[in-house]
């Protein structure tokens, strides 16, 4: 555990590796959700390696929403049909890792039936890969939005972001592991909890722990 440090974050969907390492390294977690919804962050987009290199798997959202929205009361767009091209996407960039196979039925569910809220999606999503992983971190959500903290307590909400460097948390470190692509493209660090867990199945929280120094 932590140490009693205590870490805030937003909701994500099928967040990065920083994400969950530092999630399973606080004692306590909080996830934001009256925090006003972002464009271009992870809460709405996952990072994965495919054939071609990395690339960004988008969940369209209600643009009537968007303004000054709750992220709690976001809506997913209902006018895409961005769930087949999500999972068509994952399949064609994991159906050869070693453990595609092995957990393919515990998320195809995730993007067949309807979603009315991203939150409601992202915590789904999250509280699965939990489970697969087998670990339980003590979660809770916000009741209100805070934002001023002292120094026991952790603000990740906004620096988790697509746009930077998971290394420049000085806590963090890159920890290499297999990649089915590795040899097109080298290591690429930081991708999608999905990418950690299909190519390295049940050793996916030990490789999170060795990421928080």
């Known amino acids: 555990m932590g140490g009693g440090i205590t870490v805030y974050l937003s909701a994500a969907y099928l967040a990065p590796l920083h994400y969950y390492a530092r999630m399973l ?8 959700q009256h925090d006003h919804y972002l464009k271009q962050t992870y809460r709405n987009r996952c990072q994965i390696v495919a054939a071609n290199g990395v690339i960004s798997l988008s969940i369209p959202v209600d643009k009537g929403d968007l303004l000054k929205c709750p992220m ?3 809506r997913i767009s209902s ?6 091209l999500h999972w068509r996407s994952l399949v064609a960039a994991y159906n050869s ?3 595609f196979e092995y957990y ?3 998320f195809i569910s995730f993007f ?3 979603w009315k809220y991203l939150f409601d999606f992202d915590i789904a999503l999250q509280e699965k890969i939990l489970s697969l992983m087998e670990i339980a971190p ?3 959500f916000t009741e209100d939005f805070r934002s001023v903290f002292d120094g026991a307590d952790l603000d990740l909400r906004e620096s988790i972001h697509p746009k930077k460097r998971a290394e420049d948390d000085s806590a963090y470190r890159i920890v290499p592991y297999y990649q089915v692509f590795e ?15 299909f190519n390295m199945g049940p050793e996916t929280p030990l490789i999170l722990h060795q990421m928080i120094q």
């Open 25 to 32: 390294a606080a004692e306590k977690v909080f996830i934001e």
């Open 72 to 74: 709690r009361e976001i």
């Open 79 to 84: 006018h895409s049909d961005w769930q087949t």
């Open 97 to 99: 890792s070693p453990f």
């Open 104 to 106: 393919a039925d515990e």
């Open 112 to 114: 067949e039936k309807p």
């Open 138 to 140: 003590s979660i809770s």
């Open 183 to 197: 040899q097109r493209f080298g290591f690429v660090p930081n991708m999608s909890i999905l990418d950690l867990l």
